[in-house]
């Protein structure tokens, strides 16, 4: 448990359930789309950057039938600061992109593809998308020719180390819109839910597509 002290007020606490409303709505769409399936995934979203206090959900919830219980706040070290259960695992991750992408909700999916593809990549080290008109989806994309490369880590239970190795990648590479860690799914983010869940669809949608052409060429 955090020593950090939340200064709670009506703004502060309306803004909370905001966006508990909000985590609470993209795990259901996530669940109802195949995109996580049991308790698989983890979805948060900053209140506060200094100090810093994030929204996300709890470990081990099934996010297709959470409450505003299943959502914790936790500080910049991913200690609880308000609210019960566990921080998801990978709550490290979460703040690495807060800190190096600016972002301020990330999305993390167990999707079958992003599943598929990451094991299948994992040697190459990353997942190129290219020529595809969703590729405009992506925040800053203007074109079909925009050249995606999503990175692949090898998946790890030691989220210190992973975290770092993350890190190190979106500070060399500023422009990314996600990663994917070896059967593991995926992560992307956005300036707030909304654009997360759009960077998320055009990604698991690119994914599918990619999927599917290997397929074919068998």
Known sequence: MSDYKRQITIQSDLEF?????????????LYSR?????????????LKYDPL?????????????????????????GEVIEGNGKPSAETLLHLAVIRNMKAKSIIHTHSIWSTILS???????????????????????????ENEILPVFE???DMVELSKKVSKYLI???????????GHGLYTWGKNLSE??????????????????????R
């Open 53 to 77: 206090e994030l929204a996300i959900t709890a470990s081990g919830v099934d996010k297709g039938n959470m409450d505003a219980k299943n959502v914790l706040i936790v500080d910049s070290s």
């Open 34 to 46: 195949g995109l996580l399936y049991a308790t698989s995934g983890n979805i948060s979203s900053v």
């Open 155 to 157: 998946n790890s239970q």
């Open 172 to 182: 060399e590479h500023p422009k990314s819109h996600g990663f994917l860690l070896s």
């Open 119 to 145: 094991r299948r990549y994992l040697s190459e080290g990353f997942v190129e998308l290219n020529g595809y008109e969703m590729l405009k989806a992506l925040e800053g994309n203007t074109t079909h020719n």
């Open 196 to 217: 997360a869940m759009r960077s998320l669809e055009a990604i698991e949608f690119l994914l599918e597509i990619r999927g599917r052409e290997i397929s074919l060429e």
């Open 17 to 29: 359930k905001k966006i508990t409303d909000d985590i609470i709505k993209v795990g259901n769409k």
